[in-house]
């Protein structure tokens, strides 16, 4: 057998399993299961997560069995040519049925491994998968005739099994037919920075934002409504805008478009201190926003 004609053999093999895997049900593996009962553990581990690299390492070692009797996937695990076999055979079989692979699988968690067993699985990332890998192949080696055949296609039925849990899954979208708030934050933003007009504009969205985030509370927003105007002692206003609640003031909110310097810092000291001490605000926070 050629190169080609195995790899064409590798492809064949796990597609014939998976053929055979949608003929079964769970209670064809009733004297699997009430005799090594810990089966059905060791192939959730190994299956049913989102790493894919020690299922298939275990593939490629099944398909490596059907190719040579003679392999030992525990003692030589590249001694089926593992990248060959997968990349060039396995991939194409599972693609073809939608099961969830890589391109090489078992390369990424046993790269030029020859042992597979518990040091190899040691601090593997699920190890409880790279732990059911070894199990699980130990008993595959362990086993002979019909017992094996049985483990083999119990695990094509258990992969299967996984795979349309996958495929009925339902994702919940949102609606498309309108912009996502995201597009909607940038393009509000977009449009407060580049049209400021003198800062009217920012200072009336800012004000609509906070008064939104208030809605179903008893805070109160001032300012927004009104055109811009300097925090100073003639104005009476504490900020350009701020909220209260209760007659209390809670925050104070400076929208600029320019840049903040030490200058326009201490103007908003000088008008909180020339508010005099019967609006208290000296002790609220000041936000800048710019």
């Given at each position: 057998m050629n190169v080609s004609e195995r790899n064409e053999d590798a492809k064949y093999y796990v597609n014939a399993k998976l053929l055979r895997a949608e003929t079964l049900q769970e209670s064809d593996f009733h004297d699997l299961l009430t005799g090594t009962p810990e089966v059905r553990n060791l192939l959730t581990n190994l299956i049913e997560i989102h790493a894919k690299g020690f299922r298939g390492v275990v593939l490629?070692?099944?398909?490596?069995?059907?190719?040579?009797?003679?392999?030992?996937?525990?003692?030589?695990?590249?001694?089926?040519?593992?990248?060959?076999?997968?990349?060039?055979?396995?991939?194409?079989?599972?693609?073809?049925?939608?099961?969830?692979?890589?391109?090489?699988?078992?390369?990424?968690?046993?790269?030029?491994?020859?042992?597979?067993?518990?040091?190899?699985?040691?601090?593997?990332?699920?190890?409880?998968?790279?732990?059911?890998?070894?199990?699980?192949?130990?008993?595959?080696?362990?086993?002979?005739?019909?017992?094996?055949?049985?483990?083999?296609?119990?695990?094509?039925?258990?992969?299967?099994?996984?795979?349309?849990?996958?495929?009925?899954q339902v994702v919940a979208t949102t609606s498309t037919a309108g912009e996502s708030t995201r597009q909607i934050a940038g393009k509000l933003a977009t449009f407060c920075v580049e049209y400021p007009e003198a800062g009217n504009v920012p200072q009336f969205v800012i004000a609509k934002l906070l008064a939104s985030l208030s809605a179903d509370s008893t805070i109160t927003v001032h300012g927004g409504d009104e055109s811009v105007f300097g925090t100073n002692t003639t104005s009476k206003k504490p900020a350009d805008i701020w909220t209260g609640q209760s007659g209390e003031i809670l925050n104070l909110y400076e929208v600029t478009v320019k840049k903040i310097n030490l200058k326009r810092l201490d103007d908003c000291i000088d008008t909180l201190q020339g508010l005099g001490s019967n609006i208290k605000v000296k002790e609220k926070p000041l936000i800048l926003l710019i």
């Open positions: 490629t070692a099944l398909v490596g069995i059907h190719i040579n009797s003679e392999y030992e996937p525990l003692n030589d695990f590249y001694g089926c040519n593992p990248r060959a076999i997968f990349e060039e055979g396995i991939w194409y079989a599972l693609t073809e049925k939608g099961i969830p692979c890589g391109k090489s699988d078992p390369l990424n968690v046993a790269k030029n491994i020859s042992q597979l067993n518990e040091a190899w699985a040691k601090g593997k990332r699920p190890e409880a998968a790279a732990g059911a890998a070894v199990s699980f192949l130990r008993m595959v080696m362990e086993s002979k005739g019909k017992q094996r055949a049985s483990l083999i296609d119990y695990f094509f039925f258990r992969l299967l099994c996984y795979t349309q849990q996958l495929h009925q």
